[in-house]
């Protein structure tokens, strides 16, 4: 597939704070492309370059094989962005909303691509209410009808569902799911790593680097290892037990702990760890690592 959009050695800074550090990747046309990380990573300062809206301190980005910084305005009629503070008109309805933002792009023609947004974002009952009264997850939903108005190539999302609530989040998610269908490239940040699992390929950021980036199946596959779930009590004493026994990964999750393994022999070793704690163990299984089981070995690793 044709790259949509390539970076090459970007880097940023704030003062003395390097936001982005030389990373390189390149976003194929039509793929649900994730950039996740924690805050202050670097995911924001990357899409705000790539939308013309940063310039860099060194480096290229293209899109559609044009340098963003020598074409901005022709570039910008062929994108889309949801910001992670996108700014609605809490006092203009929903249906003015978007036509105000049909008229920014200089979309003359907007009524019928207003009712299918409407349509395809479940908004068409609610057309007439001021968006000051929508919940947190419709404010999303008539935020991305807003930036898909003039039928950007590539949409960039900065963080859309944080704080939104878990019913909502996976309403937007199919909205996106069908978005791709329809050949749209999207770029989205996310903190969330369990969203990454959606995404076609994930670019992993921590401190201005980029520390994997691959489809989420060969990032989990590249540890070469096993996560060892265990289902235990009391469980704090069991997490601190192993921490001072292993060297391993270990995670706390709830009422069970993520223990990352090389080979099936550790298994009977730190059941028998767990033993010698009192700790009463009530289920065990084997497991493929999870992303964030991944990540979080990774910035390990380069400490």
Not at 31 to 59: H, Q, Y
Not at 110 to 127: A, G, I, Q, V
Not at 149 to 161: A, G, M, N, S, V
């Amino acid at each position: 597939m044709k790259n949509i959009i390539e970076i090459n050695n970007l880097r940023r800074k704030y003062g003395e704070i390097e936001a982005l550090r030389g990373i390189s990747l390149s976003v194929n046309k039509g793929e649900m492309f994730g950039f996740v990380g924690p805050d202050g990573a670097g995911k924001t300062t990357a899409i705000r370059i790539m939308c013309g809206l940063l310039n860099p301190n060194e480096g290229t980005v293209r899109l559609f094989e044009e340098d963003i910084t020598e074409n901005r305005n022709a570039i910008q009629k062929r994108i889309g962005y949801l910001s992670q503070k996108f700014s609605l008109y809490g006092d203009l309805t929903v249906d003015e909303n978007i036509e105000f933002f049909a008229e920014i792009h200089n979309v003359s023609d907007y009524k019928k691509r207003r009712d299918e947004l409407l349509e395809f974002t479940r908004l068409k009952p609610f057309r007439k209410r001021l968006a000051e009264k929508l919940s947190g997850g419709m404010k999303q939903k008539l935020a991305l009808a807003c930036s898909l108005i003039h039928k950007p190539e590539i949409l960039f999302l900065d963080e859309p569902t944080t704080g939104v609530d878990p019913v909502s989040r996976r309403d937007f998610w199919k909205i996106l799911a069908d978005l791709i269908k329809d050949k749209i490239t999207i770029v989205m940040a996310t903190p969330y790593l369990d969203e990454a699992e959606r995404c076609s390929r994930v670019a992993m950021f921590n401190n201005g680097e980029i520390i994997a980036c691959d489809t989420p199946d060969n990032i989990k596959r590249s540890i070469g290892m096993t996560s060892l779930e265990i289902v235990c009590k009391p469980i704090k004493n069991a997490y601190d037990l192993l921490l001072s026994e292993i060297n391993n990964d270990i995670q706390l999750f709830g009422d069970r702990i993520n223990i990352l393994i090389r080979n099936k022999d550790e298994v009977e070793s730190i059941l028998k760890i767990l033993n010698s704690g009192n700790i009463e163990v009530a289920d065990k299984r084997l497991t493929e690592p999870s992303i964030e089981n991944v990540f979080m070995y990774l910035i390990k690793q380069r400490k």
